[in-house]
Nanobody
Framework: QVQLVESGGGLVQAGGSLRLSCAAS????????MCWFRQAPGKERDFVAV????????YYADSVKGRFTISRNNARNTVYLQMNSLKPEDTAVYYC?????????????????WGQGTQVTVSS
């Protein structure tokens, strides 16, 4: 079983930046592709970004492309989401997920493990 814990959320003014972290338990972190999804109240869980096992490949939702950067440090069992130029519509609970092999990266059911989430609120 993989345990995931997100951190780094908070309140920020529009145009500001936040850096989210997701720490994974165990010694098999490098075996998993890692993702970030987000969910606003009353909305579905939406894809944000995914990074391959080595960190060599990334893919982003159009809504965050050019503003967000996903990365990972396998030595620290941690994946990051650097969020710049934040907008009020970025407000959501952000979740990280893990899966051994990704076929459809934008689909939540593709991911086997999830963290509890961290709240990001962007004010106007």
């Amino acid at each position: 079983q993989v345990q995931l814990v997100e951190s780094g959320g908070g309140l920020v003014q529009a145009g500001g930046s936040l850096r989210l972290s997701c720490a994974a338990s165990g010694r098999t972190f490098s075996s998993y592709a890692m993702c970030w999804f987000r969910q606003a109240p009353g909305k579905e869980r939406d894809f944000v970004a995914v990074v391959s096992r080595t960190g060599a490949s990334t893919y982003y939702a159009d809504s965050v492309k050019g503003r967000f950067t996903i990365s990972r440090n396998n030595a620290r069992n941690t994946v990051y989401l650097q969020m710049n130029s934040l907008k009020p519509e970025d407000t959501a609970v952000y979740y990280c997920g893990a899966v051994a092999s990704v076929t459809r990266a934008t689909i939540p059911l593709e991911y086997e493990y999830w963290g509890q989430g961290t709240q990001v609120t962007v004010s106007s």
